[in-house]
């Protein structure tokens, strides 16, 4: 694309949404301010880390993350969190997933993957063994394998302490951290940053192969951000238990993104909202009501912003 070509008052939302999760980025992982500008901002932890709804504050040097992370830790620690569950779904519904579109820090890291200059690729929708359709469905797989097992432990916490226990013990980093292997969050933040250190302090490339888990992890997540560059939110789509579980609810949130029928002139002539989305969620073939990709969408507002004929709008309601 030519400089000349670009319009800002064509790309106004997509610009207001970087400014926007620039600045989540850095209010969220604020450790980062205070390595920049050398202050301390452990104030505002109190503040932060309460919001459900975000990831913790601190999060480079934090276990802890969003409010999924401390759900399913909760289950592991013996306890029904029915609270951050009515949370969660109330936030959800009132909100969508503006979140994962705006406000997420490895979302903003997967879009600035993609905002590399190259041609974007879009997985086959159907057809063979690794099509669309069916890596969507690996984010659901790991979101009901996690909890078949840890809510027993919620359960048997109640009725047989000392087993518990044991049962827990043997889950090993699953007990303590379900969600560990299969965080973005936690290999950018915390697992990839620990491993750097030791290799640092041993002055070696050992620590990459001291562990077959943590060669395996560490391959898997950087190529995941690597084809990111041509496949954008490439963990969201089909990884993120994040994604997983608020897609489920998103699909009757208040929030939503409809079409006109009389604006919108379909796929034939037109299509360019399909084009654009990052998701690859067959828009046209939604109701005109509304749209959530089976709440796949992130309502990051491409299609709107895109369309030529002004045919998408926001609904509430």
């Not at 990884?239 to 998103?250: G, R, T």
């Not at 990709?293 to 507002?301: A, H, P, Q, R």
Request: glycine letters at 6%.
């Amino acid at each position: 694309m030519n400089i000349k070509d670009f319009k800002i008052k064509n790309h106004s939302i997509t610009i207001f949404r970087r400014i926007f999760q620039i600045i989540a980025f850095f209010i969220i992982n604020y450790l980062i301010l205070e390595i920049i500008f050398a202050i301390n901002l452990i104030g505002l932890e109190g503040l932060l880390k309460v919001l459900p709804i975000l990831n913790s504050a601190r999060n480079p040097l934090s276990n802890s993350t969003g409010i999924i992370e401390i759900i399913f830790y909760s289950f592991t620690a013996g306890i029904i969190p029915i609270f951050l569950i009515g949370v969660f779904i109330i936030i959800i519904l009132f909100t969508n997933r503006f979140f994962c579109g705006w406000i997420c820090p490895i979302g903003t890291i997967q879009d600035a993957c993609a905002a590399v200059p190259t041609k974007k690729r879009t997985v086959k929708i159907s057809g063979g063994i690794l099509n669309h359709k069916s890596l969507l469905k690996i984010k659901y797989i790991i979101v009901v394998f996690i909890l078949l097992l840890v809510v027993p432990l919620a359960i048997i916490a109640t009725i047989n302490w000392p087993f518990y226990i044991e049962y827990r013990a043997n889950l090993g980093d699953f007990g303590d951290n379900p969600l560990s292997y299969f965080s973005l969050s936690e290999f950018i933040f915390v697992f990839f940053p620990d491993l750097i250190r030791q290799i640092i302090e041993t002055r070696s490339i050992a620590p990459i192969f001291s562990n077959l888990i943590v060669f395996i992890i560490s391959i898997f997540y950087i190529a995941l951000l690597v084809l990111s560059v041509w496949y954008p939110r490439l963990y969201c789509r089909y990884i993120c238990p994040f994604a997983a579980v608020s897609s489920v609810v998103s699909e009757y949130s208040f929030l939503k993104l409809s079409r006109s029928p009389v604006k919108c002139v379909g796929r034939a002539e037109c299509g360019i909202c399909e084009k654009v989305c990052p998701k690859q969620i067959r828009i046209l073939d939604e109701p005109f009501e509304f749209f959530t990709g089976k709440g796949e969408c992130n309502l990051c507002l491409k299609c709107k912003e895109a369309c030529p004929y002004k045919a998408i709008d926001i609904k509430i309601g």
